[in-house]
């Protein structure tokens, strides 16, 4: 493996590395408001939630590799104590993206990328009408990492409101992550969607203890055919399942009996990871027990 020494690395490339390896990464896409009422809009994918109670989303307004600099979101949080963070779908990420250019400060991004400003309820920047999600902030703390060209400084805020379009919840009133449409940042120019075939359901009951790889039998956990994931399906069970005969009847199972002992097993494990794939973990279970 290529082994990266941060000490060693020059700047521009430890940040790829970083932005490679950790993606991908929510976008916030903070609008604050200057001092002299200026609106100001940017985006920046050092970001998440950190607490639910009290609300806590942080962001990270990083110092320019190149010369060290810091985008006018900073001053402004530092100014004023207030942000909005609004979240970024595909219907608006080119133009999120344009909004990380460096305007002047006197510059209002919102009529540079075309998006809406809208009143906040409780704090004076605005919310982009287009974000189907924005989170009213307070600024509780600014935290510096560093004085030089990639430091981050560390913007804790106190979420107040959060507005959330009704067309992205489903019917029981949650947010549909399709209907959302989120964009994730990752590295250089590459950026994630976050719907369609990209999402997927993992069910890992957390008050329902696992038995873990260490339990299973033998000749499935050193499985040639079961893959990691499909082996973790079968260990989130709390214990392994009695036998039923029953599964004998399957005319999948039938035809793998008849096969010789190495591939009576590779065929049996085939099916069993097939059915893993289509969530038939506990029917897998018993074509394993075969």
Known sequence: MLSIDPQSTPTPQLHQYLLGSVSPRPIAFVSTLSPDGVANLAPFSFFNVFSSNPPIAVFSANRTVANNTTKDTLANAEATGEVVI?????????????????????????????????????????????????????????????????????????????????????????????????????????????????????????????????????????????????????????EIPAADGSIFQDKQVQQAMLATESQKTKLLHQYAAALIDRGEVARAWQVLLA
Do not use: W
């Not at 549909?176 to 590459?190: Q, W």
């Open 86 to 238: 609004n979240v970024v779908t595909h219907d608006i990420v080119r133009q999120t993206a344009l909004a990380s250019v460096n305007y002047p400060p006197e510059v209002s991004e919102f009529e540079k990328v075309g998006l809406t400003p809208i009143a906040s309820d409780l704090v004076k920047p605005f919310r982009v009408k287009e974000s189907p999600s924005q989170m009213e902030c307070r600024v509780k703390e600014i935290i510096p990492l560093g004085d030089r060209g990639g430091a981050g400084n560390l913007v804790i805020c106190e979420i107040l409101r959060i507005h959330i379009s009704e067309e992205v919840l489903d019917e029981k009133g949650r947010i549909d992550p399709h209907k959302m449409d989120l964009m994730g940042r990752m590295g250089r120019a590459f950026y994630c969607r976050a719907s369609g075939d990209a999402v997927s359901k993992i069910f890992q009951p957390v008050t329902q203890i696992g038995m873990g790889f260490d339990l299973l039998p033998e000749g499935v956990r050193h499985s040639p055919v079961l893959r990691g994931n499909q082996l973790a399906e079968l260990a989130a069970m709390e």
